[in-house]
């Protein structure tokens, strides 16, 4: 079967789920523009109709639609596509990849009708006891679940293709997903217990109360992991594609295997970091996550190394030379999908930084639920992740439309301008965070606001989101009209690095997954089990509170 037939073969539900994740970035994106502004006092909630114009309204759609739908949708196409040009094998089930579709855009709009009604204005992190409808908890779910049936589907193909491959080692594409959905699979525990056992029968009026503290626990026992589920998918781009499309190798596929497993073990473990100032946790727990914060970092530093080194090979190849100007023989002005990565690498790199100093226990204390962490992590899934996705799909969408990237070098601008953007904001916010400024507050109706002194901060945040939200609609001009008018015959492939040196000898853990998963198995026992039942036994049951 040749590749093209290979793709058209899953190719609706990959090029629908791709649609629906940009609908649901042009959805929350818009209302993330209204936050911005309001941190520069200007308030533009109050044209929109009620209940749309209120607040946490606004704010739940933003990470639902962001945190929890954009990133899902794309995940689970993307990572479809690499399991199955890493293969050359279409998906095992096509049934399996249909009821993936339906639970993960059933399972959204379930989530999202009640929250355009006011009815779950909870925010993305739902913690009880702000209670939300029970379409809200179950719709979710049914996200969750999506995730877990498409990772059951790329289980299943990888096993076709090893009966029929005995010895041989995974490409690194597919193993790389399989990795991805084997570390997803043990993180969703946390919030499919939070759900099943708590806020589902709880929303319905089945069990009374609940233990927030337990909810909140489980939930940062996903919450953290669910960053890298989000992350581990431009991993794939960054060490799998990206030095193909620079004309570089992969400097060594021992070391990008050994990230992608690294953070099955390290990922889950970690969770309280979320929690260092609340009460409940002791302190040694507390601590505990914050050392395996910082082990959990290596994969990245790894990263950093691999594939700048990577991309070197390439820009020397292409006549780049010396110690730092190869950077300038990188398609930076010419190639849309290159640059957006690449400006995407450079705000993770920031990212990275801030997310080390909010790991540093006593540090989180001054910056904890201040606009500094909306700082740092929109640097990371906003800047770094979302910038790299929007880059991959000016080929992806080629490859699975058949028709030419409408107009590219608008599409240069459009990446440049989405990374000024996050720039300029995330500076500001966390300007504003070390000023003070609370997170998740409407600000133009805080008594306490005090724009005067935030002025320029509030000023940067404001104008980075706008220069945001016009990149944003540059995005969606170019993909619709690459889908609805490009007249053009796409001429891509799948890009696909190969490494630097040929692998001949690597260590066999290096293709397995049962020994990492044991591994996070132990840690997961130490690092949460003891807390877990603590809470469940000890901290109080509540009923539940609508506000707003
Ligand atoms: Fe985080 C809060 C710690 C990574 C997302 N984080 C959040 C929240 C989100 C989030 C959404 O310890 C807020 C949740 C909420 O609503 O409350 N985070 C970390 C640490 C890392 C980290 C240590 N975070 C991420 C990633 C995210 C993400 C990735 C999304 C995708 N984060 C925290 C902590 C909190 C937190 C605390 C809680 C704060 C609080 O108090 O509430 C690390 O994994 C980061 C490692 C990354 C690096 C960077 C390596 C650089 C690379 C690029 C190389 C390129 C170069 C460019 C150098 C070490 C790989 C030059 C070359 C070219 C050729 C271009
Ligand atoms: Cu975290």
Known sequence: MNLAELYRQDAWHMRWLIYLSFAMLAVGGLYGALQGLDKMGVDLYRYLPDPLYRYYLGLTVHGVTLGWLFTTYFIIAFLNLATVHGLRRPLQSRRLAAATFVLAVGGGILA????????????????????????????LTLVVVATWTAGLNTYLTWRGWKKEHPGERTPLMAFASLTTWAMWALASAGVAAAMLFQLIPWSAGLIPQVNPLLTRSLFWFTGHPVVYFWLLPAYVSWYTMLPAQVGGRLFSESL??????????????????HMFPDPGVTHSVKLLHAVL???VVFPSLVTAFTVVASIEVGARRRGGKGLFRWLLALPWLRDPSVAGQLLGMLLFATGGITGLINASYGM???????????????????????????????????????????KPKLAVWQVWLWFFGMAVMARGMHWMGLAGVPRRVHLTYAPYAVFDEWRMAGWLVGSGSLLMLVSGALFFLIIGMTVWASKEPARVEVPEAKPLHPVDRMPRVLDRLTPWVAVTLVLIAIAWLPSLYRIATTHPYVSGWRLW
Do not use: C, D, K
């Open 112 to 139: 999202l009708v009640p929250t355009f009604t006011n009815e779950s204005s909870v925010l993305w992190t739902f913690y009880a006891p702000l209670q939300a409808h029970p379409a809200f908890y179950t719709g």
């Open 293 to 295: 914060t910082f082990a």
């Open 256 to 273: 990008a295997r050994l990230v992608f497993l690294s953070f099955i073990p390290l990922a889950v473990p970690t969770g309280f970091h």
């Open 364 to 406: 989180n204390l001054v910056i904890h639920n201040t606009l500094w962490v909306p700082g740092h992590l929109h640097t990371q899934v906003a800047g770094a992740v979302a910038l790299t996705w929007m880059a991959a799909s000016f080929w992806l969408v080629p490859l699975l439309t058949g028709r030419a990237l409408w």
